[in-house]
C-alpha cells in the first residue's frame, strides 16, 4: 500500500523556520514511500531562497525520503524581467532537481510531475501540448494495475473552496489537458497554490474530467495562509480506496486532522460511509 505525503508551497523566503523543522520531524514519524513537493519552493526565486530550499531538500534525502517535486509560479522570477523571460527557471533546475517532469514508479504507484510554471502565465498555469502526450505516453508504459498520480503546481479546476481571486480561474487549454488525463486513466491529480487543502472527484468539478480524485495541499512552511493553518496530506492507497489525512499545525507541532476514506464506484470517488474522521481545526 503506498504512502505518500504531499507538501506543497513552501516558500522559502516568506517561511516560518520552525515550522520547517516541524515538517522535518512529521516525515521522520510518517516514514511514507515518496514526498510529493507540488511547487513554490521559493517566494520571489531568489538564489538565497533556492540556496535554504536546496538545504531542506538535502536533509530530507539524507534522511532517507524520495522526492519528486514540481516548481510552481512563485518558482519564475517576478521582478527580474530578464531571467523571468528568458530563463525562467534555471535557479530550480540548478538547486531543486533538472528535471522540470520527473517520473517515478514507487511502491506500486506511478507518479509523474508536470510543470505547469510560465512566464506569461504567471497565475494560472499552462500545460502544453507536448506535456498532454508525456502524460499519455508515460502512463501508457506503466502497469495498468498500479495507481497512477499526477502532480502539478496550479489545480487544472476552479475549486469550490475559499474567496481567493486564483480560485475562479482554471488552467489554460484545461478541456485538452482533462482529455489526456483521462484517456491515461489517472487516479489522483495532486496540486497546490491556493494554500488551502480539499478533496474532490473530478467529475464533480468539469465535465469530461475522468476518473481522478483530485487531491489539494495547503501551503506547509509560509507565513501566508488563507483562512485556515499551515498543513499537508497524508496520502494512502490500498486495493479498496485512499485515504487522505491532513497534517495540521496545532501551534507547536503537526498533528493528524481530518481523515476522509474514498471509494471509487463506476468510475466515480465517492467518501465512504461512516468513513470521515472529523477534528476540532485550530483557528
Not at 501551534?251 to 481523515?259: K, L, N, P
Request: glycine share 8%.
Amino acid at each position: 500500500m503506498p504512502r505518500l505525503i504531499h507538501l506543497s508551497d513552501l516558500h522559502f523566503g516568506a517561511h516560518d523556520p520552525v515550522l520547517v523543522t516541524a515538517v522535518e520531524k512529521r516525515l521522520d514519524e510518517e516514514a511514507a514511500d515518496l514526498v510529493v513537493i507540488s511547487g513554490d519552493f521559493t517566494q520571489r526565486a531568489r538564489t538565497e531562497q533556492f540556496e535554504e530550499a536546496a538545504a531542506f531538500l538535502l536533509r530530507i534525502r539524507d534522511a532517507g525520503h524520495e522526492v519528486l517535486a514540481v516548481p510552481g509560479n512563485h518558482d519564475v522570477p517576478l521582478y527580474d524581467v530578464f531571467r523571468r523571460f528568458l530563463s525562467p527557471l534555471t535557479r530550480y533546475k540548478r538547486y531543486i532537481d533538472d528535471s522540470l517532469c520527473p517520473y517515478i514508479e514507487v511502491a506500486g504507484a506511478a507518479v509523474l510531475g508536470i510543470n505547469t510554471a510560465r512566464s506569461l502565465t504567471f497565475k494560472n498555469g499552462h500545460v502544453s501540448h507536448e506535456q498532454m502526450t508525456m502524460i499519455r505516453d508515460t502512463f501508457a508504459k506503466s502497469n495498468t494495475n498500479q495507481p497512477r498520480i499526477l502532480v502539478t503546481h496550479h489545480p487544472l479546476f476552479a475549486l469550490p473552496i475559499g474567496d481567493g481571486p486564483e480560485l475562479g480561474h482554471v488552467m489554460e487549454h484545461q478541456e485538452l489537458a482533462l482529455d489526456a488525463i483521462a484517456d491515461s486513466g489517472v487516479d489522483l491529480l495532486l496540486a497546490g497554490h491556493n494554500h488551502r487543502a480539499s478533496v474532490n472527484d473530478a467529475a464533480s468539478l468539469a465535465t469530461g474530467a475522468g476518473k481522478a480524485l483530485v487531491i489539494q495541499a495547503g501551503t506547509a512552511t509560509s507565513t501566508r495562509t488563507r483562512d485556515e493553518l499551515q498543513s499537508f496530506n497524508r496520502i494512502e492507497i490500498d486495493g479498496s480506496g485512499v485515504r487522505v489525512t491532513i497534517q495540521r499545525w496545532d501551534g507547536a507541532e503537526f498533528v493528524s486532522g481530518d481523515s476522509q476514506f474514498f471509494e471509487r464506484h463506476d468510475s466515480q470517488w465517492e467518501l465512504a460511509s461512516g468513513e470521515k474522521v472529523a477534528t476540532e481545526r485550530p483557528s
